[in-house]
Structures are given as C-alpha cells and as structure tokens.
C-alpha cells in the first residue's frame, strides 16, 4: 500500500477497478517532456532557495535525464497503479537514485504541477496548430494566384447569385484562416503564467522563487493567485473553442470541395491519393478527406462542450473531475492538426475545371444585378431597375435564353429605357472586373491581395 505516495493515512488498498478507471497515466503519458522540464525547474529553484542540496539537485537532474532517455527509448514502464505521469516519474526517480528523489516534491502539489505541464504541453501544441494553419494559409494563397482570374458563379442560398474569381473565393478562407490563427495565438498569450508554487491551493510554506520557474520555463511570469491557478481551466476552454471555430471554418471548405467534385457540378476533382473508391459501384470516387473533416468538426465541438460542462458550476480548488481536461483538448487539437495537415497536402493537387466553372458562372442569370446597374445609370431608380430586370428574367426563362440574348424588340417591350446595348454589354468577364474595389472580387483585387498575403506569411516565416 505504501508503494502509493500518498499511502500514508490508508489502510486497504484500492479497489482493483477503481485503480484502473482512476489513472490518466493512458492520456497524460504524452506530456512527459512537459512534466520532466517543470521538475527541472522546480529542483533549480528548491536547491538555489537553499531548500535542496546541490548533491540531491545533482542526482535528481541527472535521474531526470536517464528517465527522459528511458521514455523516449520505449523502455519506461507507465503504470496505472501510479495514476499519471506526474507519480509515474517520480516514483522511478526515486528508484532510481534514492531519497533526493522524495525532497523533489517539496513545495509543490500535483494540482500546481499538472496545471503547469498542461500549459506547457499546449502552449507547444498551440504552435504547432498555427505552423499548420500558416501553411494551408500558403497553399490558398497560391491558388488564389492561379485563379486569379478563373471565374464561377457565386452563390447566396446556393443559389447562383453573381460571377466571383476563384481567388477570392480561396482567400475568403485565408482571412478565416487568420483570425483563427490570431484566436489560437491570443490564448497562448493568457496561457503563459506560470502556476508552479501555488502547491495544492494555498502557496506553500517555503520560501520559493517563482520568478525563477516562470522564467527557466518560458512563462511571461508567476500566475496571481493560487487558488485561481490550480482550479483555471480556461487555457483549455479558449483552446478548445478556438479549435472548434477553426474545425467550422474546415467543414465549410469541405462542404464546398464535396459539391464541387459532385457530377453535378465538376468544379474541381481532388487527387485519388486522398479519395477512395466504392466496394460495390465501381464509378466511384468519394472525397473522403473532406467528408471526414467536415465530420470532425462535431468531435471536435463535442470536446468545447464537455469540458464547459465539467467545469461548470466546479467549487474551487482542485476537484478530480478535471482529470478529464486532457482527454477532451488533446483528441480536438489532434483531430484538428489532422485535418489542417490533410488539406495542406490535399489542396496543391485540387485540379480546377475552369471551363465548367465559367460556363456555370454565365447560365443562371448571375449578370441580372449588373444589368440593373447599367438601367441605374441611365437614370432609372434602382428598384424600377430591379423590376425591369426581372421581367427580362421572367421572358429569357420563357424563351429558354440568355440576358446577353435578348433583342432590341423583346427590350423595348419589356421596358423603353433598356437597350440592347445594354443586354449586349453583359459578360461575367465584365461582372468581375467592375468589382474592383478594396475586398472586391476582380483580378485586380485578387492579385493585389495575394500579394498582400504572400508578404504577411513570408513576414511571418522569416
Ligand atoms: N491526474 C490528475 C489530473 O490529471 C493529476 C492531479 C491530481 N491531483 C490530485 N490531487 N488528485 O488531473
């Protein structure tokens, strides 16, 4: 029984399911690194308080270090009798090189050290997520470019509504892609306090220098409160809302690429390398890759709601239904990294049919606002304008043409003031390039945004 840290005060041992169910150590084994750096830092500071010896400094770092060469080689035994990683590598330390190992613990709780190595651990993963965003940001970027001028309907109600570019249409999602990059980073910013020293809740006895931790461990400083440190959560609920506003945004891109690989449309077709084929109907090729991304979202969003749910309503400090924290953020931001990392190499292979993307920009009437336009400028008020147009609408339906078709005769019986001069004008060419103003949709605006962009990433990469 004593073989638990905190076997002390117990007098049976622990149930044998309860053990199994009560461990995190399947979830919180990834965060070794985390947990080894924070007992670095945390010796360090015991041993420069005067609190440790350098002699038991000494073994405890270099028993650090073998332990961290024992995990990374495979050969480190987790247990669940030991809970997590936190006891996990303790109790080897111990092993290994005797009592130094039990003074590690001075001046420190497991409620102080798993809010720290939580924050670590996600502070690194949250680069990691940005570094994946960045480079589909870059894969769009150059797309745009490309498409710059390739032209397709636009759509309201997924109904065609007016000619865009294809640039614009990908940088609309390189400017979601940003301010989710900006959501991830803002966490980060508020994540970065050190809560090492706050102990179980209340500080602790000895006279630590939390400065210090904060600093060795790359935090901007010491959390404020104690109490707050231990029972904050918020790191992980920012992270988690973060990531399922950016699984949103994917699974609008994928909801996109899923239609417009459709026979239906013929937009686009996505490379086989990241499609896959029917067992029984042998057409088939099913874009699987954003068919999963889209569905991640919902896991994703799930983990937003579970951990709001745990915490809410939690008394202070540290209550054991935090354990569940991990599970919930670590499966979202591995589940998001996945999918960020599938449409950074997915997308470069994406092949455009830009005929078909252009004819289906010039069929449904997609120039009806542009003809309104030009009735505005003759002089007529914008919503005879509109009324017009629409019954020209209404006559090229009946007579199974375009607006561009309509003739001087079908003009003038709909209404004196449009010509065929007017009709005549009507391009989607025309449509795109006469938006051209700042967050417009013609070439221009594209190019001169791509251009934009290709500065801010390569600023950031630099
Ligand atoms: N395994 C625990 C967790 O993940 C570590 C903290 C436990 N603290 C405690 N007092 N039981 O939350």
Known sequence: MSEKPWGGRFESPTNEFVEAFNASIDVDARMYAEDIAGSRAHARMLCQQGILSQEDLDAILSGLDEISGEIERGEFEFTIALEDVHMNIESRLTARIGDAGKRLHTARSRNDQVATDTRLYLRGRTDTIVAHLRKVQRVLVELADRHADTIMPGFTHLQ??????????????????????????????RMNRCPLGSAALAGTTFAIDREMTAAELGFDGPTANSLDAVSDRDFIMELLAAASICAVHLSRLSEELILWMSAQFRFIDLPDAFCTGSSIMPQKKNPDMPELVRGKAGRIIG??????????????AY???????????????????????VFGDMLPGMRVNTEIMHKAAASGFATATDLADALVRAG????????????????????AIELHMMDAGACAAIDPRLTAAMVGALSVESCVSARNHIGGTAPAQVRAQVSAWQNRLEQLNA
Request: hydrophobic share 45%; charged share 25%; proline share 3%.
């Open 380 to 399: 007529v008020p914008f919503r005879e304008a509109h009324e017009i147009v629409g019954k020209s609408v209404a006559y090229c339906i009946r007579e």
């Open 160 to 189: 065609t509504a007016q000619p865009v570019t294809l640039g614009h249409h990908l940088l609309a999602y390189v400017e979601m892609f940003e301010r989710d990059a900006g959501r991830f980073l803002d966490a980060r910013t």
């Open 319 to 341: 209550n054991k239904d935090m354990q569940e924290d991990k599970g919930a953020v670590f499966d979202a931001l591995d589940n998001l990294q996945g999918s960020l990392r």
């Open 303 to 316: 983990g937003l709601v579970a951990m709001l749910i745990t915490v809410k309503g939690l008394p202070l």
